[in-house]
């Protein structure tokens, strides 16, 4: 469900079940963060977009910090999980090259704008907002390295290199296509990043089923 989804023709004072007015807070205060920043927003305004009053925005979040955490929680997982479908979408390294990419793709597309709240945050000073980043960052990596080194041999830690590089890649590329608002079809985008990416992985050779 996307942001707008979740807060579109909410009047004030309509009661919810826990969870759907959770998911309502969290949808509004999306919109806003994505639009405003974490320093410019303002609990006032995310409840006026939620159609709540205050009191009851702070029933569900204590703060501003602690729903901006709920919210990065949520994508980051969101984020993770598409990368792990993507590894395991086939059982074509060429294919899982272009299934990751795309989901990075995907990912900065989507147009609740989630993608800015992870890597493009006003607010990465905070160490528990940077740890979050930087453990998502990690753990999309570590996805990708299992299935590196499983299908070349490499060491866990020569693995990881690569993984990064390629996470890294995906991440900028498709940021910078979506911000330079470029005439390239995303599938096209796709296709040439992951022949560029393919060109150097490929190069490792896929060891013998009996060497795993």
């Known amino acids: 469900m996307t942001a707008i989804e979740q807060t579109e023709a909410r009047p004030r004072g309509t009661r919810l079940p826990r ?3 959770r998911n309502q807070l969290l949808g509004a205060a999306q919109e806003v963060f994505v639009a405003q920043g974490y320093h410019a927003a303002a609990m006032d305004d995310i409840a006026e977009r939620a159609g709540v009053s205050k009191p009851v925005l702070y029933q569900h979040f204590p703060g501003k910090l602690d729903l901006y955490l709920a919210l990065l929680d949520q994508h980051c997982e969101n984020l993770l999980q598409a990368v792990r479908t993507a590894l395991a979408s086939t059982s074509e390294n060429k294919l899982r090259v272009a299934a990751t990419m795309d989901a990075y793709f995907a990912y900065v597309e989507d147009e609740g704008g989630a993608f800015r709240l992870v890597f493009e945050s006003d607010l990465t000073n905070e160490p528990a907002v940077r740890e979050r980043v930087e453990r998502v960052s990690l753990e999309c990596a570590e996805a990708i390295s299992d299935v590196v080194a499983e299908d070349t041999g490499l060491s866990k830690d020569e693995a990881m290199l690569l993984a990064v590089g390629l996470g890294g890649v995906s991440q900028v590329v498709a ?3 979506l911000s330079s608002e470029s005439t390239v079809p995303r599938e096209t985008a796709v296709q040439l990043l992951t022949s560029l990416a393919w060109r150097g ?4 050779p896929k060891v013998a089923p009996e060497q795993h």
């Open 19 to 21: 969870r759907a007015r």
């Open 201 to 204: 992985i490929a190069g490792f």
């Open 175 to 177: 940021r910078y296509w």
